[in-house]
């Protein structure tokens, strides 16, 4: 009910829309979001990796989904998991080191060719987004095998480096352009456009080598940190130039111990973190409009 209500608001604003479902049976919600203290006892559910009828039963749920919207002229895509993450759970970080540990469920590439397979069995025509491992990084993307199905879109979300996207107010910041360790190597580089050109080519030759459609359904950065909005400028004209489109990150919890204390990519509060209010306009806000603006096709030809 509540998504058959997102999804009429989105129908009002002439909006399109991508179903994609964070969690399911044998994960929860805490799962992307990570252990801490505040987690309620019992909510850290993150089984469907070890448990094949856990599996399954995300199929059988996609499988419902695809019955229940298919045809829906607001829905554009299904988005089979938010930042498949078994390696985050495992504590693995290097690509080459988990795939050649793990080809079991573990591994995303083992059984969400079932979810495909399911959705197709009632739906042939809604296109299906597939992200990569590691929370869709794109240096994961290289390992992200893919299926035969014409009406695949394959996906990452872009926040690199973390160092910049995900900093926290107060103190020394680092800033865009600017020059510190973006890759925790002890390092310092430089980070600008060349460092973003090259960080997202790993994307492009994947790309090209599989001659399959890319695009980037999640990124952002915080707020308040120094050249935000020109970081946002430059990403969106690399996204244009290759082709791929791309949405935005923007959380709104209705728990509200969320709800109170995740506000830092609500890039409509503007740069002062303690700011929790709307602002007609911000440089964020600008950015964003500017390239929105090219947007020209809305769901049942309205202009």
């Given at each position: 009910e509540n998504l058959?209500?997102?999804?009429?608001?989105?129908?009002?604003a002439r909006l399109f829309a991508v179903i994609t479902f964070r969690s399911g049976p044998g994960r929860s919600e805490f799962s992307i979001l990570g252990a801490a203290d505040w987690v309620p006892p019992g909510h850290m559910i993150e089984s469907v990796w070890e448990d094949p009828v856990a599996q399954a039963a995300w199929a059988a749920m996609w499988r419902y989904t695809a019955?229940?919207?298919?045809g829906n002229p607001v829905v554009v895509g299904y988005d089979l998991m938010c930042e498949p993450n078994s390696n985050g759970i495992l504590d693995i970080w290097n690509p080459?080191?988990?795939?050649?540990?793990?080809?079991?469920?573990?591994?995303?590439?083992?059984?969400?060719?079932?979810?495909?397979?399911?959705?197709?069995?009632?739906?042939?025509?809604?296109?299906?987004?597939?992200?990569?491992?590691?929370?869709?990084?794109?240096?994961?993307?290289?390992?992200?095998q893919t299926v035969e199905d014409e009406r695949i879109v394959y996906t990452f979300h872009q926040y690199s480096p973390h160092e910049y996207t995900h900093q926290e107010a107060g103190g020394e910041l680092n800033s865009y352009p600017g020059k510190f360790d973006t890759n925790y190597d002890g390092n310092v580089e430089?980070?600008?456009l060349p460092w973003l050109q090259d960080f997202l080519s790993i994307a492009i030759d994947w790309m090209v080598?599989?001659?399959?459609?890319l695009a980037v359904n999640e990124y952002g950065v915080v707020r308040w940190v120094p050249g935000a909005a020109d970081y946002l400028w430059d990403e969106m004209n690399l996204f244009e130039q290759n082709g791929w489109n791309y949405a935005i990150?923007?959380?709104?919890?209705?728990?509200?111990?969320?709800?109170?204390?995740?506000?830092?990519?609500?890039?409509?509060?503007?740069?002062?973190?303690?700011?929790?209010?709307?602002?007609?306009?911000?440089?964020?806000?600008?950015?964003?409009?500017?390239?929105?603006?090219?947007?020209?096709?809305?769901?049942?030809?309205?202009?």
């Open positions: 058959d209500c997102l999804l009429e608001m989105a129908a009002e019955e229940r919207y298919m080459a080191e988990f795939y050649d540990r793990y080809s079991d469920g573990h591994d995303w590439n083992t059984w969400y060719p079932a979810i495909v397979e399911a959705i197709r069995s009632v739906d042939a025509d809604t296109p299906i987004l597939v992200s990569s491992m590691s929370f869709g990084d794109v240096e994961w993307l290289p390992y992200l430089v980070f600008d080598e599989n001659n399959r459609p990150w923007m959380w709104y919890s209705a728990w509200e111990p969320l709800a109170e204390g995740d506000n830092d990519f609500n890039f409509r509060f503007g740069p002062n973190p303690d700011n929790l209010t709307d602002m007609a306009s911000t440089d964020i806000l600008e950015v964003l409009r500017e390239f929105w603006a090219r947007n020209t096709t809305r769901p049942q030809g309205n202009p």
